[in-house]
């Protein structure tokens, strides 16, 4: 069969499962008075509809921003404006002012998953498909395998058509970025970047890599010759992006602040809910939220952050390489999600998005993210009620992994890109010839591990002194998982086998 | 893509197993309401009551066997919800009753899975393809477990067909393996289940009597009177008494024969179902109607006289035609008596073996469904699935698959007429198609063309066609005057290509050439 007609097979089989997700409940349904983010995006579109651009961001007797206030940027109050304005020919209640809040009906979810899907098949599904075509030395059967492993990641259908976010655009457009700086058209690189950050800044686990590649390339070709324009191109760009997103806020400087200020609310806490981080796992033996205060807080996690981030950033600056940057991308914003301040569970999301990138080179560990990223989400989905699509996808996901890259026979130190580390370790270490083996049965047992702890937790009422012992449980053991994987991938970008003359300047 | 050996076939029958998952929270019709209640009489009632027990209107009108395995559902039931097995509670649907009734249909297509599993055997692969995407068996496989109708009408609009057809290709499968008794076993018991498949009784019939029970032929092919064997006869029979009378005998101790036939074949329905299942009888009905216009716009006829009955308003009843001749249901019965009878020669006069089985087969399936009384349009998978066995065995089959596989799925289209699930059957049905179409292309691309530029035009048009129907109808003030249009339009143009596929295949069977010059009429 010819390459053409697997892709479409796979982006229907895609679109077919995104949508049977989507027949599933959302955030909230039916729980009043705050309901979920389903009535969060609602809600920013009767805002964005309503009221005048420059109340969107401030509270106002029409905008109550303690009631879901708009805290994501510019271009996501222009979605929901745009949506808003659909949403209003086919029916004027549901954006109409005040009187809409808490709106329910077959109709509207019908409206407002359609939105998520028409927004994933616009931004999201053509960048994978274009990034799995322009893989190189893949044969044609792999990229499709690889595009199909990558449409059918659990994790970001689950939040996005179950849940209900947008993801897939900020994402999608993230990944265009990538698309255009593996094509070397650095500049449009860069406007796809600006506008994915202007979507959500959650992107900006992601800014450091890319701006570190860039930076690099610059040096690279020179800081005093063609380096500096292509330098003095991008800060341009990037500027002229900015611009152009914020302009409607530009007039004076308090509206930029108060938007600034509603992205990051730095007095939300260090963390929210039983996020699989860092400081989640520690608060089980100390309670850092109780023993320091929030500035140090701050400090502290901005620190660990900053320290974890260094290596690979030296090295993606040092020696620019459209594959380092790739794992830089992973590692960077595994490091944010481990150890900066308020993260989401769903920020996992911007971690399992890279390794999609990576799966053609390491399929084994990147199955293996995907599968625990998608296990740390499942108290979310298990209050969201979508514990049947969490139940069928994850399998089938490790079943289309299993099918289209043997994974179980690809664990030796080679298939891992550890060749390099374990050369360099030799004398030192005297397993390395079982290690395959060892590798295999850990895989094993940790999605043994995780299909216990998900049936359990599905089934069974935790016991009356621990209510959270399970969403803990949960969180701790992605946490481990995730620890590990930052050590490894840290490992492969730093070891990388191009670079074997110059890993002394690390 | 899978790692050698049969791997490729566990990842397609898991697959499609989790996308049936998936479907759980989907729409369901009221045949779920059907199965509920029969759960409940069965599980309730004393034998001597299930065929007379009419609380719901959903009374039982399946054979025997389909009954009994109601009767050993509903003991697994009572653990998901007992309520359910309550005759009195009409219309129960609770999460629990939901989740076991979908999760009881995706459990009995394992039955469905292994058949196709047994197909893709006696298909023995000659055509040793070094892609395996391109292997004849790949490809069956993917056409059987995919089928797009079988999971709208199994796993959406809610049907056990999974199974049966299951029981059907195992049958199919057995005969070809030359194991003939388990064949007649199964297809015996099938017809025990679901008496539906009495239609391509005749086809299994014949080709026992012709390869079992002679068991030689004369060298030049034709029939041999001497090897006739008693013994074949005998062992066929008594298969075929044995599962009847585990199946009727109760009822006919208890006297209850005359009502439970009265219940399987109730022809006081009309001679379409609810909305017009795309066969012959769909074509006479629109043409009376553009009659009975043409006449009120000619004055031919008098407007008062022409009663009001809408064929299409959804319910089941009985319709008058107002020019042509109302049609009752013997000369339907003799419509499919005279359209069957050409296939049944053939198998006789001409064997070609299992290969001219499968082909009386779907043409049996198809001549009832063209003529036959109160058809349904699910009934079309009859001849599809089979016909999924010769499509990838030779080019001209292929070519006929596909046009009728795809205007019989399309026909299934406004089964599922609720919002939510118009983007599901959209994306399966484009799924199925783009595969069904790229996969025989390239099984024989060394072969001409499968469908010539009338075909190709033909199947293209039913995109706007589906376009015109679900979105552009909707919108348009036709709607309230003349809601029955898009179904009408759907019934006839898919009844066009339907036909259009009856009459090649009928062609291309009576005029195959075979070693021995036989006619057949």
């Not at chain 1, 329910?104 to 927004?119: C, D, G, I, N, Y």
């Not at chain 1, 595009?147 to 994790?155: F, Q």
């Not at chain 2, 459990?107 to 055509?127: M, P, Q, S, W």
Request: a positive charge; charged letters at 15%; one cysteine or more.
């Amino acid at each position: 069969m010819e390459k053409w007609s697997l892709m479409t097979l796979t982006v229907l089989l895609a679109l077919t499962v995104r949508w049977a997700v989507s027949l599933g409940s959302y955030s909230g349904a039916g729980k009043p008075p705050m309901y979920g983010d389903y009535e969060a995006q609602r809600h920013w579109q009767e805002i964005t509809y309503n009221l005048p651009i420059r109340q969107w961001y401030f509270n106002t007797s029409d905008n109550n921003l303690l009631y879901w206030g708009l805290d994501y940027p510019p271009l996501t109050a222009y979605h929901s404006f745009v949506c808003a304005y659909i949403a209003k020919l086919i029916n004027p209640d549901w954006v109409a002012l005040h009187t809409s809040r808490g709106y329910e009906s077959q109709p509207h979810k019908l409206f407002m998953r359609t939105t998520v899907f028409v927004a994933d098949l616009l931004v999201y599904i053509p960048a994978v498909i274009l990034y799995c075509f322009s893989l190189k030395e893949t044969s044609a059967k792999k990229k499709v395998s690889s595009a199909l492993c990558i449409l059918l990641y659990p994790g970001l259908i689950l939040i996005d058509h179950g849940h209900f976010q947008y993801n897939s655009v900020s994402l999608g457009l993230a990944l265009w970025a990538v698309l255009c700086l593996s094509h070397d058209w650095d500049l449009l690189g860069s406007v796809a970047f600006c506008l994915a950050l202007n979507y959500k800044q959650m992107e900006l686990y992601h800014s450091l890599p890319f701006f570190c590649y860039l930076l690099g390339k610059c040096f690279k070709k020179g800081l005093k010759g063609k380096g500096l324009v292509l330098l003095a191109k991008l800060a341009g760009t990037v500027l002229v992006s900015f611009a152009a997103c914020w302009l409607p806020f530009g007039t004076d400087v308090e509206q930029i602040m108060q938007v600034l200020r509603r992205l990051f609310p730095i007095d939300r806490g260090l963390f929210e809910d039983k996020v699989a981080n860092i400081w989640c796992s520690l608060s089980v033996l100390i309670k850092i939220k109780n023993v320091i205060s929030p500035r140090t807080q701050l400090k502290l996690s901005f620190a660990v952050t900053f320290l974890s981030l260094l290596p690979a950033c030296i090295k993606l600056t040092v020696q620019p390489s459209l594959r380092g940057f790739k794992f830089a991308l992973v590692s960077c914003a595994l490091s944010f999600f481990l150890f900066s301040f308020q993260v989401h569970e769903k920020s996992i999301l911007l971690v399992s998005v890279p390794v999609c990138l990576i799966i053609n080179e390491i399929p084994f560990m990147a199955t293996w993210f995907l599968l625990v990223s998608t296990f740390s989400l499942l108290p979310l989905l298990l209050k969201d009620e979508l514990l049947l699509p969490y139940a069928v996808t994850t399998p089938a996901f490790l079943a289309v992994c299993l099918a289209s890259f043997s994974i179980l026979e690809k664990t030796s130190a080679e298939d891992l890109q550890l060749k390099a580390f374990s050369l360099s370790l030799k004398g030192y270490v005297s397993w390395v010839k079982s290690f395959p083996r060892i590798v295999r049965s850990l895989f094993l047992l940790s999605v043994a591990l995780m299909g216990a702890l998900s049936v359990l937790g599905a089934a069974a009422p935790p016991p009356q002194r621990l209510p959270d012992l399970f969403p803990l449980a949960v969180a701790l053991v992605s946490c481990l998982h995730f620890l590990l994987f930052l050590l490894y991938f840290n490992v492969v970008m730093l070891w990388d086998s191009k670079s074997r003359g110059q890993r002394k300047i690390n | 893509m899978a790692a050698g050996g049969r791997g490729w076939f566990r990842a397609l029958a898991l697959g499609v197993s989790f996308l049936k998952c998936l479907l759980i929270p989907a729409y369901y019709s009221t045949d779920f309401e059907v199965h509920r209640n029969w759960l409940a009489i069965t599980h309730n009632l004393p034998l001597s009551q299930w065929y007379y027990e009419a609380t719901s209107e959903w009374t039982l009108d399946y054979p025997p066997f389909f009954a009994w395995f109601e009767y050993v559902l509903s003991h697994i039931a009572k653990y998901f919800d007992p309520q359910m097995l309550v005759v009195e509670n009409l219309n129960y649907t609770s999460r629990a009753t939901v989740f076991f009734q979908r999760l009881s249909v995706i459990f009995t297509d394992t039955l469905f899975i292994y058949a196709v599993h047994e197909c893709c055997r006696c298909i023995n692969g000659k055509r040793a393809a070094k892609d395996i995407l391109e292997k004849p068996t790949f490809i069956l496989a993917v056409l059987l477990l995919w089928n797009f109708g079988l999971l709208i009408v199994d796993h959406i609009h809610f049907q056990y067909n999974g199974f049966l057809f299951g029981l059907m290709l195992l049958s199919v499968a057995r005969l070809c393996q030359k194991r003939y008794l388990e064949g007649a076993l199964l297809f015996a018991v099938l017809l025990h289940f679901k008496h539906i498949y009495v239609y391509v009784a005749p086809a299994y019939g014949i080709y026992l009597l012709r390869s079992y029970c002679f068991t030689a032929n004369n060298a030049d092919g034709s029939l041999k009177w001497r090897s006739f064997s008693f013994l074949h006869v005998t062992l066929l029979a008594l298969i075929v008494c044995l599962v009847s009378a585990l199946s009727l005998g109760p009822f006919l101790v208890l006297g209850q024969l005359p009502q439970v036939i009265s219940r399987l074949f109730p022809f006081k329905r009309g001679l379409c179902h609810a909305y017009w299942a795309p066969n012959f009888w769909a074509l006479y009905n629109a043409m009376d109607k553009a009659l009975t216009i043409l006449g009120l716009k000619c004055n031919f006829l008098d407007g008062t006289k022409i009663p009001k009955a809408s064929m299409t308003g959804g319910l089941v009843q009985e319709f008058q035609h107002t020019v042509l001749p109302s049609v009752t249901p013997l000369a339907t019965l003799i419509c499919t008596f005279i359209a069957i009878l050409p296939s049944v020669f053939c198998l006789w006069f001409k064997p070609q073996g299992p290969r001219g089985f499968l082909q009386c087969l779907v043409l049996c399936a198809l001549s009832s469904f063209m003529f036959g009384w109160h058809v349904h349009e699910k009934a079309i998978l009859l001849a599809i699935l089979p016909l999924s066995l010769l499509s990838i065995q030779r080019a001209k089959d292929a070519g006929i698959y596909l046009i009728l596989a795809t205007t019989g799925h399309f026909s299934l289209f406004p089964l599922l007429f609720t919002t939510p699930e118009l983007p599901i059957k959209i994306l399966l049905m484009l799924l199925f198609t783009v595969y069904s179409f790229s996969s025989l292309k390239s099984l024989f691309r060394r072969e001409k063309p499968l469908l010539n530029w009338l075909e190709t035009i033909y199947l293209i048009q039913l995109v706007p066609l589906e376009i015109f129907c679900e979105i552009i109808f909707p919108l348009t003030s036709w709607k309230q005057h003349f809601p029955f249009v898009p179904l009408l339009l759907t019934s006839v143009y898919c009844a066009l290509g339907i036909t259009y596929a009856w009459l090649k295949l009928y062609i291309s069977v009576l005029t195959e050439r075979t070693p021995v010059r036989q006619k057949a009429e």
